[in-house]
Nanobody, 124 residues
Framework: QVQLVESGGGLVQAGGSLRLSCVAS????????TGWFRQAPGKEREFVTA????????TYALSVKGRFTISRDNAKNTVYLQMNSLKPEDTAVYYC?????????????????WGQGTQVTVSS
């Protein structure tokens, strides 16, 4: 089993920045990818970004590309999401997720472990 704990959410004005953290514990050697998803009220959970633990390759949703950056610290079993130029439409609960499979995925149902989520609210 793998446990994921997110932190770093909060309230920020449009144009501001936040950095989210996701700390993994347990059988972390079984994880190949870690991603961030978000879910706004009344909407489906959507892919934001993901990173491969080995090699560090990344993918981004078009809506955040150029504004958000995912990174990882293997020694700390931590993945970060740096969010810049935030917009009100970025308001959502942000979830960290981990995937055991070798290949990456944009689909939430293909991730095996989830954190509890952290609220990000961007005011206009």
């Amino acid at each position: 089993q793998v446990q994921l704990v997110e932190s770093g959410g909060g309230l920020v004005q449009a144009g501001g920045s936040l950095r989210l953290s996701c700390v993994a514990s347990g059988r972390t050697s079984s994880i190949f990818h870690t991603g961030w998803f978000r879910q706004a009220p009344g909407k489906e959970r959507e892919f934001v970004t993901a990173i491969r633990w080995s090699g560090g390759s990344t993918t981004y949703a078009l809506s955040v590309k150029g504004r958000f950056t995912i990174s990882r610290d293997n020694a700390k079993n931590t993945v970060y999401l740096q969010m810049n130029s935030l917009k009100p439409e970025d308001t959502a609960v942000y979830y960290c997720a981990a995937r055991r499979a070798y290949s990456g995925s944009y689909f939430s149902y293909e991730y095996d472990y989830w954190g509890q989520g952290t609220q990000v609210t961007v005011s206009s």
